[in-house]
């Protein structure tokens, strides 16, 4: 297959021209070659294995792809976890922080996307936005890769209504979506999804 096409959307330019693609001998050699430069993290479904593990691999992402940063502190997801999750369990806290570090991430251009190996870690890639779902059209049987929504089935869709503040909660299968042309809050009318299905407000959306 063709590895520069596919690292050069999950790469920096200067890391894709360092990487020396034409020296590569497989799959398994690019996945360790990743790992090793810390291009790609895998975390054990249990939890990070210290704190701060999944937010400083999310922000040196950033700053090598888009020579940005995370805009939330450290400390922002665990408070968010210990408040939004009344009962939580071990294994709980990873699909949440990829959840909430994905939509950071969307706000300065890039997007999580995951490699399933069919395995019980979670291998995690930062692509650019405008590439990210692109990566779930690539034929190979190791490099599975797909962003959040793409792997998972279901979304949750919370809306406040920005003319009358009410509140609405949408719980739908992800394709499910693109049947929300014209829906409109159910109080003043104010239109939440125009004739093309396309978001017209803003929306908090939690993949399942």
């Known amino acids: 297959m063709n590895y520069k096409k596919m690292l050069a ?21 690019l996945f360790y070659k990743l790992v090793d ?3 790609l993290l895998i975390v054990d479904w249990s939890g990070e294995d210290r704190q701060g593990m999944l ?10 792809m888009l020579e940005v940063q995370l805009v939330v502190s450290e400390d922002e997801v665990y408070q968010k976890y210990n408040q ?8 709980d806290f990873i699909p949440f922080a990829l959840s909430y570090f994905d939509k950071q991430l969307e706000k300065l251009g890039a997007r999580v996307v ?24 690539i034929k190979s049987d190791f490099w599975k890769l797909s962003t959040l929504e793409q792997k998972q089935g279901r979304v949750v869709i919370s809306i406040t209504c920005p003319n ?6 949408y719980d739908m299968l992800i394709e499910e979506e693109s049947n929300m042309a014209n829906e409109k809050c159910e109080v003043c009318g104010t239109l939440f999804w125009d ?4 978001e017209v407000v803003e929306m908090e959306k939690t993949y399942y």
């Open 84 to 91: 939004e999750i009344e009962e939580p369990k071990r294994g």
């Open 37 to 39: 430069k810390n291009f």
């Open 195 to 198: 004739e093309n299905a396309n």
């Open 114 to 137: 995951l490699l399933d190996l069919e395995n019980d870690t979670y291998n995690i890639l930062v692509a650019y936005k405008k590439d990210a779902k692109k990566l779930k059209s």
């Open 164 to 169: 009358c503040k009410d509140f609405a909660c």
């Open 55 to 64: 937010y400083n691999f999310f922000n040196n992402r950033l700053q090598s």
């Open 9 to 29: 959307k999950v790469l920096g330019e200067k890391e894709l021209m360092e990487m020396n693609v034409q020296t590569i001998k497989d799959d398994e050699s």
